[in-house]
């Protein structure tokens, strides 16, 4: 049995039959629907000689046991956000499904290394907004305590909605076990972005996940009338906010691949007759480089400094959340590039602005890469989500020579 990209587009669309509505995929993780598209996922496993099963935080595993217990892990994730695409994460799961069968067929059931599938637990924190749960049990990295009180919308605590998956969180380092013997990951994604559409690319290496640093600003001023009070005698705190708002632009702008976002801006006391006395903000910066990340902190600190100086107000910051970058392994980035290039002639390295399931495996120290595949408009998070089926069929064509490059590198 050789490769069959076709089969794989031909599953995602048999999961989205079954898995989606009239809004797009449901596939939330630790709802029925998830279990039900999970289900489906261990049928298609039935012909393979694979032993299969649920670690402790849930993580779905397909080991197909080599000459070697050194093991390739190919890994993405059937959870979906409400609303959601055909591809975010199940792309990922059935092509390494097809390249499963695909291994098995060529090495009689019995390949040079061990190859394990894994189908990670909520990658996307939709319901509890807490991401990447399933592969932080894996690397070591989950925050337990923090995690285990989290609310969805009706209430409902993330530990009684694991309990009801059959999930106890307190066994949740029992799911590092797993990391034994893993020698390599790979990961397939959509972009979900729309750098390779414009670049007119069907396929790239990715760099690595770039640091996150998101903060809460606040700015000072004082609340007046709208009417008595002259321009030149206003503290107000929007202005100050605006400036910044718009000084990130430049200061993302000196790097090529930095992004900075001021995603929220509130005012109060948020009435069309006072000015606005206190500006509450929030700021996310990216980058993959740790030194870039930190001289954008650094500016736009400053800046918004300055800027509260300028309009007579005070500012305050306080951090949110942070994440480090994460680079993938070298070695395996000239392998994804190989693999590419056989199959698309042309390659390009981006880092990925969106955090992977791959990241927290890299964390554990395991050498890590993924591959791009371009979307069309770059949305995702949304049911018109798509790739074009030709470049489907190269990403899947692709990903199987970077599993071939790999086994032989670990052999
Ligand atoms: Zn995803």
Request: one cysteine or more; aromatic letters at 6%.
């Amino acid at each position: 049995m050789t490769l069959d990209p076709k089969r794989t587009i031909a599953e995602l669309k048999e999961l989205r039959a079954l898995t989606a509505d009239a809004n797009g995929a449901q596939r939330v993780a630790w709802t029925d629907t998830w279990l039900k598209a999970r289900e489906w996922f261990a049928q298609k496993l039935s012909g393979l000689p694979v032993e299969h099963h649920y670690d402790a935080a849930r993580n779905n595993w397909a080991t197909l046991p080599g000459e070697s217990e050194k093991s390739l892990l190919i890994g993405g994730h059937l959870d979906s956000v409400p609303n959601g695409g055909w591809l975010d994460g199940s792309l990922n799961v059935l092509a390494g499904l097809e390249i499963l069968r695909r291994i098995n067929a060529e090495f009689n059931g019995r390949p040079p290394v061990t190859v394990r599938l894994v189908d990670w637990a909520d990658e996307e924190g939709a319901r509890f907004g807490r991401s990447l749960l399933g592969s932080s049990a894996f690397a070591g990295t989950a925050s337990i305590a923090a995690d285990r009180v989290r609310t969805d919308r009706d209430g409902v605590r993330l530990e009684d909605a694991l309990r009801r998956c059959g999930v106890e969180i307190d066994r949740f380092p029992e799911a590092t076990g797993e990391q034994k013997n893993a020698a390599a990951y790979i990961e397939l994604h959509i972009e979900q972005g729309p750098v390779l559409e414009r670049m007119g690319l069907p396929l790239a290496t990715v760099l690595g996940t770039k640091g996150v640093e998101r903060h809460a600003i606040t700015f000072h001023g004082q609340e007046a009338h709208s009417g008595s009070t002259p321009m030149n005698a206003r503290r107000d705190a929007l202005a100050a906010a605006a400036k910044l708002a718009l000084e990130i632009r430049t200061i993302a702008g000196k790097h090529p691949d930095a992004v900075c976002t001021v995603g929220s801006v509130k005012t109060f006391p948020g009435i069309v007759t006072a000015v606005v006395g206190r500006c509450e903000a929030t700021l996310d910066q990216r980058d993959l480089d740790p030194t870039v990340l930190a001289t954008m902190f650094r500016e736009a600190r400053e800046a918004s400094e300055r800027f509260a100086k300028e309009e007579r107000c005070t500012v305050e910051w306080s951090r949110i959340w942070n994440i480090e970058p994460i680079a993938f392994d070298p070695g395996l980035l000239d392998l994804c590039d190989e693999a590419i290039r056989e199959v698309a002639q042309t390659t390009h390295r981006m880092p990925s602005g969106p955090l992977h399931d791959a990241a927290e495996v890299s964390r554990a120290g395991i050498p890590t890469v993924m591959m791009f595949v371009q979307s069309v408009g770059g949305i995702s998070h949304n049911k018109i989500e798509d790739t074009r089926e030709e470049h489907l069929e190269m990403a899947v064509t692709a990903f199987d020579r970077l599993a071939s490059k790999v086994i032989a590198y670990l052999r």
